[in-house]
Structure formats: structure tokens, C-alpha cells
């Protein structure tokens, strides 16, 4: 008889651990296939683990998350605190985590956009009021900040759509203006009249040692 017509009883038999070198597998593996053929089964059975996992969460309560997420648009955390208020259940913040994401509620993050945070070093001590100033200007429909209905009627009025700002470094007091457009007039005359004004109180600087900086905002999407 042949080795390729014995049976794995018959084999362990003849060559014993032998047969497992030559196949190049452990003896565990050997007798595990002998037990199988003696149930008449070779396939592996399932890897399902028999006992629940510690954190397994039921239907009921699933639901419960899934609804109360909606409801609040509260994060894992908060959310956790706030069922175990309204219904007495201790969950777990992974579990409602995981919930969330499976429910596919999870908060839609907003791109961030990379901005110049870099500001000009200041000797503060030897600075005086509105000796040094920062200019900038944005347009007011960027689309981001005001609600959707605000931007709407902005678009239909006749109101100016650019706003202008200088802020002092030592006082942090702003001087903000508005114009229809943006060019080199508007920001002339808008630095024009703050100057006038801050004169007109006293504090009279010679006109080439105002210092203004003007911020960099990124660019509209």
C-alpha cells in the first residue's frame, strides 16, 4: 500500500513523528487531523470565541446611543454622562466610540486651513501708544463664519463687502472701516483717517515713524 492511500491512523502507526518532519508541520498538527477524521470532518471549526466580550453591547443599547447621538450631537464622552442621566446605563466611552463610527455619525472635521502666524517681534517697554500698528483686511463673503441666510442677504444688498482693521500693539484698540472694494485708495485713506484722528487727541508722531504691519490672511477658497 501506498503512503498516498494510507489513512492518518494507519500512518501514525507505521512512521509515528516522522511523518510530521517530513510534512514539514508539528505532531499537534498531526493529531489534530486525526481527530477530525474521526468525526468525519476535516474542515477546521470555527474560531468564534464562545463567551461575549467584555465591552459587547446589545441591540437595545446600541440603539439608545444611536439615538441620543442624534438627538444632542453630543461626543462619546459627554454622550457617556448624559445616558447614564437619562437612563441609568454605564457604557463605556470606547463602546459608544465605536458605536458612533459604525453608525457612521461621527462629526465631519472641516479642513484646516494653513495660516501665517508669524508676527513681527516688539520691544513693548519702549513702545508708545499708536506708535506701532497692524493692518488688515478681509472680505467679509468668505463663505465660513456668518450663516448661510446672512450671506444671502449681504449678496442682494447694497452694502459695502470689505472690512478694514488696525489694532494697536501696545493699547490693542481697533479702528475698523468698510468699503466696496479693495485697493490701494481704500487702504490709504482708511490708514489716512486713523492717523488724522489719533493726532487730533495728542498723540502727534512725525509721519515716517508710523509703523504699519500688514497681516497676511490665506487666500479665499
Known amino acids: 500500500m501506498s503512503v498516498q492511500h494510507q489513512s492518518y491512523l494507519e500512518l501514525r502507526k507505521d512512521v509515528g513523528e516522522e ?7 508539528s505532531a499537534h498538527t498531526v493529531y489534530l487531523a486525526l481527530k477530525k477524521e474521526k468525526r468525519g470532518n476535516l474542515k477546521d471549526s470555527s474560531h ?3 463567551s461575549k466580550h467584555p465591552h459587547y453591547i446589545d441591540n437595545e443599547r446600541e440603539q439608545i446611543i444611536i439615538n441620543y447621538r442624534k ?11 448624559f445616558i447614564f442621566q437619562k437612563e441609568g ?26 495660516r501665517d502666524r508669524a508676527s513681527p517681534f516688539y520691544l513693548m517697554e519702549s513702545l508708545f501708544p499708536f506708535q506701532e500698528m497692524r493692518a488688515d483686511v478681509k472680505e467679509i463673503l468668505d463663505k465660513e463664519t456668518l450663516p448661510k441666510e446672512v450671506y444671502s442677504y449681504l449678496e442682494g444688498s447694497d452694502l459695502p463687502l470689505f472690512q478694514w482693521t488696525v489694532i ?13 472694494r479693495k485697493d490701494w485708495f481704500c487702504g490709504k485713506a482708511f490708514l489716512q483717517l ?12 512725525p509721519l515716517g515713524s508710523y509703523q504699519i504691519h500688514h497681516k497676511k490672511r490665506a487666500p479665499r477658497r
Open 194 to 205: 486713523v492717523i488724522w484722528w489719533i493726532r487730533s487727541f495728542g498723540f502727534y508722531y
Open 89 to 114: 446605563i454605564n457604557i463605556p466611552e470606547s463602546t459608544i466610540g465605536k458605536v458612533i463610527k459604525r453608525a457612521g455619525l461621527e462629526r465631519k472635521r472641516r479642513k484646516r486651513v494653513k
Open 19 to 25: 511523518f510530521a518532519r517530513v510534512m514539514r508541520c
Open 71 to 81: 438627538k444632542t450631537k453630543l461626543g462619546k464622552r459627554r454622550l457617556r454622562y
Open 168 to 180: 494697536d500693539v501696545v493699547t490693542r484698540i481697533r479702528f475698523i472701516a468698510f468699503s466696496y
Open 48 to 50: 468564534k470565541p464562545k
